[in-house]
């Protein structure tokens, strides 16, 4: 086998940790010399337990290995590991850094500044919203944009850089020829042409709840700034968090409403410390950019609140209103009329019905 695959096999062994891989290097030098060394030899050395050994025992099947190299490079995915001159070097000071990465795209340059997004799957409507606008702000300021591909915050935030024209790169919790979830399939398309996909799991590998805490240290890993959306107080985010703050990462939570269960972690990461986003402007601020405001010539340009659809979409939110309060913020007593004006606003998507009679601004 090639020098590459030996590279492979090794810096890939699940078994394996940081410190586990150094004492093999020091004792063998090299992965090829670990893979030829008996199993008895390794054994000697202490604090090897005999499930490890017999996981190192059983990934020697040269032309499994072979195989399974071989379908990687057809599918267009490659094995980046620690040694290597692409390997993150924000990831090299991390705890228990992943000894290799699989990687479909590009990863991203650690040169520039990168924010992790994160937040709740079930987020509310304001979450997506805040997603969204965060994911698009950061997009125009061209930084690129780590997250989870997770259902809700994540993915929407992923989807807003990208629809910006932004990089997005997302760390999974399986292997990266498996779309989780798959709701999100478009996305993890777009992320290839877009950023990239990594992990540190084979391919094949399924998405298991024991993945995900492991694979959130390397989202904070890769950012030097994580934001937190909406979460409670314990979830998968505060996992990602306590990553960020061993890694001296800087933290920034989006402020919610205290009767909200969704803004328990939020509210309280503010409580300890993390910076409050109070606008998007403010953001870009802290992030050390420049905020600039695109202006408009507004000669030609009709006033916003011109036309009745606009009065009915300026007075709606993130908190979902009836008709009935809409009809009565807007002094529009006719159902038909203000059905007819939702309807439009649904149409353009500006609008969404959450629920029969219920609705809640998109943009």
Known sequence: MEEKIYDFWFYSLEALGEVQREVLLEQFHT???????SIEQIGKII?????????????????????????????????VCCKDQEYPEKLKNIKDMPGGLFVRGALPKMEEKTVAVIGARDCSHYGKFMAGQIG??????????????????????????????GESFAVLGCGVDICYPRENYELYELLMEHGGILSEYR??????????????????????????????KRSGTSITVSYALE??????????????????????????????????????EDLGFSYKKIKKNNKNVKNPLESEADLVYAVLDFVPKTIAMIGKEVRENSMEKLNALLFDLEIEDKIEQVTTGYYVRKQ
């Not at 499930?51 to 290995?65: A, G, M, P």
């Not at 694979?215 to 909406?230: C, H, T």
């Not at 890694?247 to 919610?256: L, R, S, W």
Request: hydrophobic letters at 40%; proline letters at 4%.
């Open 203 to 232: 391919m094949g590998t399924p998405a298991m709840g024991k993945n995900f805490p492991r694979r959130n240290r390397i989202i904070s890993g890769l950012a030097d700034v994580v934001i937190v959306v909406e979460a409670k």
């Open 47 to 79: 604090g090897f337990e005999d499930w490890v050994l017999k996981h190192i025992y059983n990934s020697r099947n040269t032309i499994k290995l072979q195989r399974e190299y071989d379908d990687m490079q057809e599918k267009g995915i490659r094995f």
């Open 136 to 165: 698009r702000a950061l997009a125009e300021q061209g930084v690129p944009l780590i997250s989870g591909m997770a259902r809700g915050v994540d993915g929407y935030a992923q989807m807003a850089a990208i629809e910006k024209g």
């Open 31 to 37: 992965p090829k010399e670990i893979y030829d060394v």
């Open 247 to 284: 890694q001296g990462k800087e933290v920034m939570a989006v402020p919610g409403r205290v009767t909200d269960c969704l803004s328990e972690g939020c509210n309280y990461l503010i409580s300890q410390g993390a910076y409050p986003i109070n606008s998007i402007e403010e953001m870009i």
